[in-house]
Protein backbone atom coordinates (compact mmCIF):
# COMPACT_ATOMS: atom_id res chain seq x y z
CA UNK A 1 0.00 0.00 0.00
CA UNK A 2 1.23 3.57 -1.14
CA UNK A 3 1.72 6.60 1.29
CA UNK A 4 -0.31 9.56 0.33
CA UNK A 5 2.29 11.84 0.24
CA UNK A 6 1.45 15.05 -1.16
CA UNK A 7 3.60 15.57 -4.73
CA UNK A 8 5.93 19.03 -4.08
CA UNK A 9 5.42 21.23 -7.38
CA UNK A 10 8.75 20.96 -9.60
CA UNK A 11 11.72 22.99 -9.09
CA UNK A 12 11.25 25.18 -12.27
CA UNK A 13 7.39 25.46 -11.49
CA UNK A 14 8.63 26.94 -7.96
CA UNK A 15 10.99 29.66 -10.05
CA UNK A 16 8.23 30.39 -12.38
CA UNK A 17 5.87 31.36 -9.54
CA UNK A 18 8.70 33.30 -7.77
CA UNK A 19 9.36 35.26 -11.00
CA UNK A 20 5.80 36.13 -11.32
CA UNK A 21 5.47 37.40 -8.29
CA UNK A 22 8.57 39.79 -8.19
CA UNK A 23 7.23 41.13 -11.31
CA UNK A 24 3.76 41.89 -9.64
CA UNK A 25 6.21 43.61 -7.02
CA UNK A 26 8.10 45.55 -10.37
CA UNK A 27 4.25 46.64 -11.09
CA UNK A 28 3.55 47.90 -7.42
CA UNK A 29 7.03 49.96 -7.73
CA UNK A 30 5.92 51.65 -10.40
CA UNK A 31 2.84 52.41 -9.77
CA UNK A 32 1.87 56.08 -8.79
CA UNK A 33 1.07 56.66 -5.04
CA UNK A 34 -2.50 57.20 -4.92
CA UNK A 35 -2.76 54.01 -6.54
CA UNK A 36 -0.33 51.98 -4.24
CA UNK A 37 -2.68 53.57 -1.13
CA UNK A 38 -5.61 51.42 -2.69
CA UNK A 39 -4.16 48.17 -2.75
CA UNK A 40 -4.53 46.18 0.36
CA UNK A 41 -0.98 45.43 1.39
CA UNK A 42 0.42 44.80 4.44
CA UNK A 43 2.66 47.34 6.21
CA UNK A 44 6.56 45.72 5.84
CA UNK A 45 5.55 45.39 1.99
CA UNK A 46 4.27 48.94 1.68
CA UNK A 47 7.79 50.22 2.89
CA UNK A 48 9.37 47.70 0.58
CA UNK A 49 7.86 49.07 -2.54
CA UNK A 50 8.59 52.73 -0.96
CA UNK A 51 12.25 51.99 -0.41
CA UNK A 52 12.73 50.37 -3.74
CA UNK A 53 11.24 53.84 -5.63
CA UNK A 54 14.38 55.71 -4.16
CA UNK A 55 17.08 53.34 -5.10
CA UNK A 56 18.95 54.81 -7.76
CA UNK A 57 21.21 51.97 -8.82
CA UNK A 58 20.55 49.21 -10.76
CA UNK A 59 21.80 46.66 -8.31
CA UNK A 60 20.01 47.93 -5.40
CA UNK A 61 16.80 48.33 -6.89
CA UNK A 62 16.96 44.69 -8.13
CA UNK A 63 18.10 43.16 -4.87
CA UNK A 64 15.26 45.59 -3.14
CA UNK A 65 12.76 43.62 -5.87
CA UNK A 66 14.03 40.26 -4.89
CA UNK A 67 13.29 40.95 -1.14
CA UNK A 68 9.95 42.35 -2.30
CA UNK A 69 9.32 39.12 -4.26
CA UNK A 70 10.72 37.20 -1.16
CA UNK A 71 7.25 38.80 0.36
CA UNK A 72 5.07 38.27 -1.54
CA UNK A 73 5.70 34.41 -1.44
CA UNK A 74 4.81 35.03 2.33
CA UNK A 75 1.11 36.38 1.58
CA UNK A 76 -1.19 33.54 1.35
CA UNK A 77 -3.49 34.98 -1.08
CA UNK A 78 -2.42 37.66 -3.87
CA UNK A 79 -5.48 37.31 -5.34
CA UNK A 80 -7.01 41.19 -3.83
CA UNK A 81 -3.35 42.38 -4.79
CA UNK A 82 -4.14 41.10 -8.47
CA UNK A 83 -7.46 41.81 -8.90
CA UNK A 84 -6.36 45.68 -7.31
CA UNK A 85 -3.91 45.91 -10.39
CA UNK A 86 -6.62 44.23 -12.75
CA UNK A 87 -8.70 47.10 -12.22
CA UNK A 88 -6.35 50.34 -12.61
CA UNK A 89 -5.32 48.26 -15.98
CA UNK A 90 -9.00 48.25 -17.01
CA UNK A 91 -9.49 52.17 -15.73
CA UNK A 92 -6.47 52.98 -18.13
CA UNK A 93 -7.90 51.14 -21.15
CA UNK A 94 -11.22 52.97 -20.53
CA UNK A 95 -9.42 56.45 -20.18
CA UNK A 96 -7.98 55.58 -23.73
CA UNK A 97 -10.27 54.59 -25.36
CA UNK A 98 -12.25 57.79 -24.17
CA UNK A 99 -9.45 59.50 -25.11
CA UNK A 100 -9.08 58.20 -28.98
CA UNK A 101 -12.86 58.78 -29.75
CA UNK A 102 -13.11 62.34 -28.18
CA UNK A 103 -10.19 62.94 -30.89
CA UNK A 104 -11.55 60.94 -33.53
CA UNK A 105 -14.88 62.97 -33.02
CA UNK A 106 -12.67 66.32 -33.01
CA UNK A 107 -10.75 64.90 -36.45
CA UNK A 108 -14.34 64.29 -38.12
CA UNK A 109 -15.96 67.42 -36.73
CA UNK A 110 -12.58 69.75 -38.30
CA UNK A 111 -12.72 67.52 -41.42
CA UNK A 112 -15.94 67.47 -42.26
CA UNK A 113 -19.20 69.71 -42.97
CA UNK A 114 -22.28 70.07 -41.14
CA UNK A 115 -23.28 66.12 -41.41
CA UNK A 116 -20.55 65.19 -38.66
CA UNK A 117 -21.81 68.18 -36.57
CA UNK A 118 -25.06 66.75 -37.10
CA UNK A 119 -24.53 63.38 -36.50
CA UNK A 120 -22.90 64.59 -33.42
CA UNK A 121 -25.64 66.15 -32.16
CA UNK A 122 -27.94 63.75 -32.43
CA UNK A 123 -25.77 61.83 -30.49
CA UNK A 124 -25.05 64.29 -27.62
CA UNK A 125 -28.43 66.74 -27.72
CA UNK A 126 -27.34 68.55 -24.45
CA UNK A 127 -24.23 70.02 -26.62
CA UNK A 128 -24.62 74.12 -26.77
CA UNK A 129 -24.57 74.48 -30.78
CA UNK A 130 -23.74 77.35 -30.92
CA UNK A 131 -20.46 77.69 -28.96
CA UNK A 132 -19.37 73.80 -30.86
CA UNK A 133 -19.91 75.75 -34.17
CA UNK A 134 -17.55 78.67 -33.05
CA UNK A 135 -15.08 76.47 -31.76
CA UNK A 136 -14.79 74.32 -35.42
CA UNK A 137 -14.67 77.24 -36.88
CA UNK A 138 -11.78 78.69 -34.69
CA UNK A 139 -10.19 74.69 -35.13
CA UNK A 140 -10.42 75.45 -38.82
CA UNK A 141 -8.26 78.41 -39.28
CA UNK A 142 -5.83 77.42 -36.96
CA UNK A 143 -3.08 74.82 -38.35
CA UNK A 144 -2.56 72.24 -35.70
CA UNK A 145 -5.56 71.00 -33.68
CA UNK A 146 -7.55 73.08 -31.19
CA UNK A 147 -7.15 72.28 -27.32
CA UNK A 148 -10.92 74.28 -26.54
CA UNK A 149 -12.76 72.27 -28.88
CA UNK A 150 -10.98 68.68 -27.54
CA UNK A 151 -11.63 70.34 -24.26
CA UNK A 152 -15.73 70.93 -24.98
CA UNK A 153 -16.03 67.67 -26.74
CA UNK A 154 -14.58 65.88 -23.52
CA UNK A 155 -17.25 67.56 -21.11
CA UNK A 156 -19.86 67.14 -23.70
CA UNK A 157 -18.65 62.90 -24.37
CA UNK A 158 -17.76 62.28 -20.72
CA UNK A 159 -19.33 64.71 -18.16
CA UNK A 160 -17.72 63.13 -15.02
CA UNK A 161 -14.18 64.07 -15.31
Not at 109 to 117: F, N, P, R
Not at 119 to 143: G, V, Y
Request: zero cysteines; hydrophobic letters at 40%; a positive charge.
Amino acid sequence: MQDSVPLEDSKSKRKRQMIALQKLGELLVELPAAQLSQIPLDNVLKEAIIAARSFPSHGAKRRQLQYIGRLMREIEDISPIQSALDKFALKSQQSKAQFHKIERWRDKLIAEDDAALQEFLSQFPDADRQQLRQLIRNAKKQEQPNKDLFRFLKTVIDPET
